[in-house]
């Protein structure tokens, strides 16, 4: 069954560095998406991505985030300047298709760490 | 706003006995309903899910998810549980209005042998 695979599935950061975090979606999803889960709390929609642009974000999704879809294949979340608040699990998802009768795939996750 | 709603957080059992874990959600229109679980240290798995037709879904591992409309529900069975169900569960909506995910705060299940 295809895979969602995001790596690393570990990173610790230091405070105020830039951090990556790599997502490759399933080979013919159009719809791309990340969500974030805090520990101990719920997952949170991050941003939807289709077709090289942004569709929706968040209000955690402020300017300090950016995504990307450098070579047709992965899908990247940066944080530009990591603060203590924005360790959690970072869950990458893509669809075929948005809306109902879709569900998405998720990935394993990256547990980010910022110290 | 549209929210989805995990009244247990923590949730003991004994290895053979039933489960039902509660899920409600707030929005009137069409809704796409989804259980996930997340074993420690892995990604979120599809248990099932409920798109439209027959209420009463069946998924994997022997669980099963019952959509009441009326009472915006959708909440998770599974008449016997095993120490490997161990894990935290999410229950997920999808709804006509914004066609984004929105998820409950997760219960934390434990089995114990």
């Known amino acids: 069954e295809p895979e969602v695979t995001q790596t690393p599935s570990h990173q610790v950061t230091q405070m105020g560095q830039e951090v990556i975090l790599r997502c490759v979606p399933i080979?013919?999803?159009?719809?791309f998406y990340w969500y974030r889960q805090i520990l101990g709390q719920k997952v949170e929609f991050l941003v939807s991505f289709y077709n090289n642009e942004i569709s929706e974000k968040s209000e955690i999704f402020d300017d300090q985030f950016s995504v990307e879809r450098p070579d047709g294949s992965n899908f990247t979340l940066k944080i530009r300047s990591t603060k203590l608040e924005d360790s959690a699990m970072y869950f990458c998802a893509s669809t075929v298709a948005q809306g109902l009768g879709y569900g998405y795939t998720f990935g394993s996750g990256t547990r980010l760490t910022v110290v | 706003a549209q929210s989805v709603s995990q009244h247990n957080h923590h949730v003991i059992l004994s290895e053979a006995a039933s489960l039902e874990l509660g899920c409600n959600y707030s929005?009137?229109?069409?809704?796409?309903l989804f259980w996930y679980v997340q074993y420690p240290g892995q990604h979120l798995q599809l248990l099932l899910k409920y798109f439209s037709g027959d209420p009463l879904v069946k998924g994997i591992k022997g669980f099963e998810a019952e959509f009441i409309k009326s009472k915006f529900s959708f909440n998770l069975r599974k008449p016997s549980v095993q120490w490997s169900d161990t894990a935290e569960y999410f229950c997920a909506v999808i709804t006509s209005g914004t066609y984004k995910y929105i998820f409950g705060t997760g219960t934390r299940l434990k089995v114990l042998a």
């Open positions: 080979s013919n999803h159009l719809y």
């Open positions: 929005y009137g229109g069409t809704v796409n």
